[in-house]
């Protein structure tokens, strides 16, 4: 199993839509979580990193962590076409391999206007 | 000010060829790391590089790939021998080498293609 998987998707919703992104992640001791988005042709941005389980909110983003089911979401709210984009669920590593990010694969996200 | 910065942006290359890639950190970050990424994929870790330590090398697929960090700035991937499976988008990433939470700043990335 690998430590985190992603639905590829690719997900479309109109303009104004909330969406929900998903991960799973195999190991309950994984505990740092990163949320980025990434644009055509362009590097991965931080959109959001949350520690542990509970939900962490900035603007229209919402990262919540479901340590029991292993899960890891992100909400938009309000989406909007500048959204659209692949987004990208990360862990960190642990110990002294901290600097160590495993990814998922991405979900591809079009926001239609 | 300027974020990180990769070239080529675009490489094509004969199977057999090696080529090297560049990656310019964000002025003043000690740590440096290189990822790949596979069509269809996710980021793949390859290697850290962290002040005078010793880079971790421990994604580097296979002997053909190297790299190398001058001080800490300039860092170059090197492909020796490519082979098809070997295209994808090498993507740079740089951050202050914090401690606790530690952002790493990615580039643009280059795209290189082995026929």
């Known amino acids: 199993q690998k430590e985190v998987e992603q639905d590829p998707g690719p997900l479309s919703v109109p303009e104004g839509a909330i969406v929900s992104l998903n991960c799973t992640y195999s190991?309950?001791?994984?505990?740092?979580f990163m949320w980025y988005r990434q644009y055509s042709r362009k590097g991965p941005e931080l959109l959001m990193y949350?520690?542990?389980?509970g939900n962490k909110e900035d603007g229209r983003f919402t990262a919540q962590v479901d340590k029991s089911s292993k899960y890891i979401s992100l909400f938009i709210r309000d989406s909007q076409p500048s959204d659209s984009a692949t987004y990208l669920c990360a862990k960190r590593g642990s110990g002294g391999s901290n600097y160590k990010l495993t990814f998922g694969k991405g979900t591809l996200l079009t926001v239609n206007p | 000010g300027a974020g990180v910065s990769q070239s080529p942006s675009n490489k094509v290359t004969e199977k057999g060829k090696d080529v090297e890639l560049r990656c310019d950190p964000i002025s003043g970050h000690t740590a440096l790391y290189w990822y790949r990424q596979r069509l269809g994929q996710g980021l793949e870790f390859l290697i850290y590089f962290q002040g005078n330590s010793a880079p971790d090398k421990s994604g580097l697929p296979s002997d053909r790939f190297s790299a190398e960090r001058t001080g800490e700035s300039v860092s170059t991937l090197t492909i020796q021998r490519t082979q098809q499976e070997d295209s994808a988008v090498y993507l740079c990433a740089s951050s202050r080498g914090l401690a606790g939470v530690d952002t790493q700043y990615f580039g643009p990335g280059t795209r290189l293609t082995v026929l």
């Open positions: 949350t520690y542990s389980s």
């Open positions: 190991n309950s001791a994984f505990q740092y």
